[in-house]
């Protein structure tokens, strides 16, 4: 499904007669985005800017970024915003923030990034810097985001964001705006040199063994195709009405397709028979979900017990089956939804289940921790699928409309998310949610 105001506004004619009109109809800006494989040069044309020197500046360079020219006037060229606040201590030095963004922000164009990358404060002033610069990047956000900009924060420990830091100046953050992304835990040894550096960046999953349930459609599909085409061997598992469009998919991408009700008592162990048979599994992603929407004075037992069934129980049972397979380093990836950040009129079910799924992350960060595997979760906003499809037209207007980019994303937006959270590169991030969701102003 497609979103008509992007439509339009992609139309020049239509832009003209608008104006003409004077009708006051915003017209959202086409997301740039890269749908290729990640690679040496990913950043090839992105033309970036540091607020001071910074060590994360030869990340950007050696994956082909370029460092953009600075005017008297204090613009730039750049696509790429980069504050580093790590050194801020004190309230005064926030107008650091407006000395470097100010004279530049009207600047960034479609596809731009500002990014801000702080620590962790625990007490005293820090803590209030660290907490003024969430504030910070939610308002640029809203601010940028009509010309399919994007502002976010990278909190880290002081050890490097270098990852977190190339996917928010990547157009594969596309719908990834106003959020903070704590990448506060030990990351990966750097490489010696540029050339390693980039090389890291060249099918990053090869080897790894993935398991995606919901694969057949929508967000499912499309995670299961961008972690093949990142080098993993993806098995696809949805249910068994689904079998044609799941055998296809994964003949498609060299994958398996297993056809199983995940809420079956021996879903388990038939998934854990196909990834044993591969030789273990390094990623889950947990993506099968589904809706019985009613308010709960009309909602029936059986539309409850249904969401629980699928969109919780099933996780922790088949995250129990598989822990035996799951090789140390490995990842965990599940879809929370901004529903089970801020709730929803006629979801108790599934805004109860979708916070249940934070608190899974972060159990399962603690218990797996050890083994270096981590867990997160993502929280899609409004996202075109067959799902939304359905919605009532006026909600799945303020849906699209009620947010930083004004439209709402698309199922690759989060497939790439999730992407980007089984890299090695993202070995930083555990326990975190992260919002896929344009800046929606739902449960901000």
Known sequence: MSDWLVELGANPTSRKVLKSLGLPI??????????????????DGRR???????????????????RATLGDSGKSDADVLVFDARELTNISDLARLHSFFSPRASGLKAGGRAIVIAREGVSGTPLIVRHALEGFVKSLAKEVGAKGATANLIVDSGEGAAGALVFLASLKSAFVTAQTLFADGPEPSSPASSAALATAWQLPLRGKIAVVTGAARGIG??????????????????RGAEKSALESLASAIGGRAVALDVTAFDAGATLLAAVAAEGGVDIIVHNAGITRDRTLARM???????????????????????????????????????????????????????????????????RFQARGITANAIAPGFIETQMTAKVPVAIREAGRRLSALAQGGLPEDVAEAIAFLCLPQAAGVRG?????CGGSLIGT
């Open 48 to 66: 970036y800017l540091f607020e001071s020197q910074s060590a994360a500046q030869a990340t950007l360079d050696a994956l082909g970024a370029k």
């Open 300 to 366: 029936k037992r059986e539309g409850w017990d249904a969401v629980m069934a699928v969109n919780l129980e099933a996780i922790l049972r088949l995250t129990d089956a598989l822990a035996p397979e799951l090789r140390d380093g490995g990842r965990i990836v599940a879809l929370s939804s901004i529903a089970g950040i801020a709730g929803n009129i006629g979801q108790t079910n599934y805004s109860t289940t979708k916070a249940a799924v934070i608190g899974f992350v972060k159990a399962s960060q603690q």
């Open 432 to 436: 975190r949610v992260l919002r896929v």
């Open 26 to 43: 915003p017209l959202p800006a086409a997301l740039p985005r890269d749908r290729d494989a990640w690679r040496p040069a990913v950043l």
């Open 221 to 238: 599909e499309a995670t299961a195709r961008t972690l093949a085409r990142e080098g993993a061997l993806v098995v696809c598992v949805d």
